[in-house]
């Protein structure tokens, strides 16, 4: 087996009191609240995986791995007082940011 982490940083207003649906593979497998982590085994081979809150997501990322190869993700809103608007509305699609960790 491999498997997936997810990390959400904790922090900020944005979407602070909600949760994040994770999407692996087409199926919500989790949910992550601020400052929450999860970690989910998976088979070996080509995977996709993005998070959603509402009409917001992040962007797909597919995730390669070999057996016992752990690939290690964080998240947070990119939307602040300022932005919310654009992230809320044409930035939806790119709302959250996710990123693989260096060293994963």
């Given at each position: 087996?491999a498997s ?6 904790l922090g ?7 949760s ?5 593979d087409?199926e919500?497998?989790g949910?992550?609240?601020?400052g ?9 081979g080509s995977?996709?995986l993005?998070?959603?809150i509402d009409?917001?997501?992040s962007e797909?990322?597919?995730v ?11 998240c947070?809103?990119?939307?602040n ?8 509305t ?10 693989e960790v260096?060293?994963s």
């Amino acid at each position: 087996m491999a498997s997936i982490t997810v990390q959400r940083e904790l922090g900020g207003f944005t979407d602070h009191l909600r949760s994040y649906k994770v999407v692996l593979d087409g199926e919500v497998v989790g949910r992550l609240l601020a400052g929450e982590y999860c970690a989910f085994e998976v088979a070996p081979g080509s995977h996709e995986l993005f998070l959603k809150i509402d009409w917001g997501r992040s962007e797909k990322v597919i995730v390669s791995l070999a057996a016992d190869q752990t690939a290690q993700f964080r998240c947070a809103p990119r939307g602040n007082v300022l932005t919310g608007l654009y992230w809320a509305t044409l930035g939806s699609s790119r709302s959250i940011e996710l990123t693989e960790v260096a060293g994963s």
